[in-house]
């Protein structure tokens, strides 16, 4: 992982100990981490910290977001809300870095439920190696971005 890239991490109650090893690992790595929270397992509400993470990529805050849930599902479709965030949900490092690679993602979500610890941080470390290939990506990139519309 290539160090002080400002990260933004977020979980809900089911992902707050796989968002403890991602946080630990890029601490060791020398990133800084902007943690969201949360940080128990009382039952919370995933989209209000899939807001906060969106909110600090989008405003400058952080260069990458890392979003934890059950599955990765419901929490990457709530990050995916805000327009101008590209949230992948990866299962290991090849997604993660092909979320990157061609789709210039800048939220990376995981399931604690359905992906271990080390294919996490693998998944993890890929993606914040990767950089967008560009070139053909680019104009299906641009497609995604808010104030594009299709040319009659």
Request: hydrophobic share 45%.
């Amino acid at each position: 992982m290539t160090a002080s890239i400002p990260v933004a991490l977020g979980s809900d109650h089911a992902g707050v100990g796989l968002k403890a090893t991602l946080r630990a690992a890029l601490e060791e790595a020398g990133h800084p981490v902007l943690d969201l929270g949360t940080d128990g397992p009382e039952s919370v509400d995933y989209p209000d910290f899939a807001d906060a993470v969106a909110r600090a990529v989008l405003d400058g805050r952080a260069r990458f977001g890392v979003l934890v849930c059950g599955t990765g599902i419901g929490i990457s479709i709530a990050a995916n809300r805000h327009p101008g965030i590209r949230c992948a949900l990866a299962q290991d490092a090849t997604t993660a870095r092909l979320s990157r690679e061609h789709n210039d993602a800048n939220v990376l979500a995981l399931g604690a439920r359905v992906t271990g610890p080390e294919v996490a941080l693998d998944a993890l470390r890929a993606f914040l190696a990767t950089p967008f290939a560009g070139g053909r990506h680019e104009r299906r990139v641009r497609k995604l971005t808010p104030d594009w519309s299709p040319r009659p």
